[in-house]
């Protein structure tokens, strides 16, 4: 457990180097890394969504491709095509970007439904399946998504069903004046991004994934992570709640925060801090709500004060 939690340390300073007054936006994305998730990026551009994930393919020394979404990127340019060989008289599978170990998916909402369909085999098993022959992806594997809340022309919102393999989604934000300064300081004769090597590798990664599941989750912790799901399903807000997908990645991410804070065991602030960039993505809002402009955060904090906390006194 000591040294899951180490290896998972030395990747968060490093990148930390890189992504500066950040922490706590890294600290959820090494989350998401360790618990073998995928993050959605929802910000506008300029904040260092490409040097996060860049950033961590160095620091962990795994192959980090990226992908540019655009209206007119088909499903083979993201998985690979088969080509014949005339020499050889056979096919010859040639991989698509997709087979890496980060992949970038930037500005993901700017390709076609079919295209990004391309990514839910590969987000969800692991691996693509080209012209029947399937293929397992390497691992680690994660899928870094972006894409602009602001520029809805020309784009297609994500479905459900892709959302729902999303991890988590989280926003950068601008940085603090003192941070933007200091971002210019840093990048004044060259981009941190260069300096930064590999602090561990991926048999340390995936040895921090076979901690991570070790990792305790009392009783009445995993009864209060089912309890906060099912409650976004009976709020009358809500048309749609969280799956129980979302029941196991707050489980998990659980487990890899406990981890990084050196515990071999959850509590309920674990599942507290992770419950809106774990579940607000998952949640479709009735019209009547939306009309009001209720968002999923605030559906989340009725959530969490109509749900009891294991070990506190339910007022008489």
Same mark, same amino acid.
């Given at each position: 457990?000591?040294?899951?939690?180490?290896?998972?340390?030395?990747?968060?300073?490093?990148?930390? @180097? $890189?992504?500066?007054?950040?922490?706590?936006?890294?600290?959820?994305?090494?989350?998401?890394?360790?618990?073998? &998730?995928? /993050?959605? /990026?929802?910000?506008?551009?300029?904040?260092?969504?490409?040097?996060?994930?860049?950033?961590?393919?160095?620091? /962990?020394?795994?192959?980090?491709?990226?992908?540019?979404?655009?209206?007119?990127?088909?499903?083979?340019?993201?998985?690979? $095509?088969?080509?014949?060989?005339?020499?050889? *008289?056979?096919? *010859?599978?040639?991989?698509?970007?997709? $087979?890496?170990?980060?992949?970038?998916?930037?500005?993901? +909402?700017? =390709?076609?439904?079919?295209?990004?369909?391309?990514?839910?085999?590969?987000?969800?098993?692991?691996?693509?399946?080209?012209?029947?022959?399937?293929?397992?992806?390497?691992?680690?594997?994660?899928?870094?998504?972006?894409?602009?809340?602001?520029?809805? *022309?020309?784009?297609?919102?994500?479905? *459900?069903?892709?959302?729902?393999?999303?991890?988590?989604?989280?926003?950068?934000?601008?940085? &603090?004046?003192?941070? %933007?300064?200091?971002?210019?300081?840093?990048? %004044?004769?060259?981009?941190?991004?260069?300096?930064?090597?590999?602090?561990?590798?991926?048999?340390?990664?995936?040895?921090?994934?076979?901690?991570?599941?070790?990792?305790?989750?009392?009783?009445?912790?995993?009864?209060?992570?089912?309890?906060?799901?099912?409650?976004?399903?009976?709020?009358?807000?809500?048309?749609?709640? =969280?799956?129980?997908?979302?029941?196991?990645?707050?489980?998990?991410?659980?487990?890899?925060?406990?981890?990084?804070? &050196?515990?071999?065991?959850?509590?309920?602030?674990? $599942?507290?801090?992770?419950?809106?960039?774990?579940? =607000?993505?998952?949640?479709?809002?009735?019209? #009547?709500?939306?009309? @009001?402009?209720?968002?999923? +955060?605030?559906?989340? %904090?009725?959530?969490?004060? #109509?749900?009891?906390?294991?070990?506190?006194?339910?007022?008489?």
């Amino acid at each position: 457990m000591v040294d899951g939690s180490r290896t998972l340390q030395a990747v968060l300073q490093n990148v930390s @180097r $890189v992504l500066l007054g950040k922490n706590q936006e890294v600290e959820l994305a090494l989350i998401a890394l360790a618990s073998e &998730g995928h /993050i959605l /990026i929802e910000d506008v551009p300029g904040v260092g969504k490409t040097m996060l994930a860049k950033a961590l393919a160095k620091s /962990i020394g795994c192959t980090f491709r990226r992908i540019q979404f655009t209206p007119d990127l088909l499903p083979s340019d993201v998985t690979g $095509v088969s080509i014949y060989n005339q020499k050889t *008289e056979e096919f *010859e599978f040639r991989p698509g970007p997709i $087979v890496a170990q980060i992949v970038l998916a930037d500005e993901i +909402n700017r =390709a076609t439904p079919k295209t990004q369909s391309a990514l839910l085999e590969a987000m969800e098993e692991r691996q693509i399946t080209v012209d029947g022959v399937t293929r397992s992806l390497p691992r680690p594997f994660m899928v870094m998504a972006t894409q602009n809340p602001i520029e809805y *022309e020309g784009t297609f919102p994500l479905p *459900e069903a892709q959302l729902d393999r999303f991890i988590m989604r989280i926003r950068l934000g601008y940085p &603090g004046r003192d941070q %933007e300064v200091a971002v210019l300081d840093s990048q %004044e004769m060259s981009h941190p991004i260069d300096d930064i090597g590999q602090v561990v590798d991926a048999d340390e990664l995936r040895g921090a994934h076979a901690a991570i599941r070790q990792v305790r989750v009392e009783p009445s912790v995993r009864g209060y992570i089912v309890d906060v799901v099912a409650a976004t399903r009976k709020h009358p807000d809500v048309y749609l709640g =969280a799956s129980p997908r979302g029941s196991l990645s707050l489980f998990r991410v659980a487990q890899a925060a406990a981890m990084l804070r &050196g515990r071999d065991y959850v509590i309920p602030d674990d $599942v507290k801090m992770l419950v809106e960039t774990v579940l =607000a993505h998952r949640l479709i809002i009735n019209p #009547s709500a939306r009309v @009001r402009g209720v968002q999923p +955060n605030s559906i989340l %904090e009725d959530v969490l004060q #109509s749900v009891p906390v294991p070990g506190t006194r339910v007022p008489a």
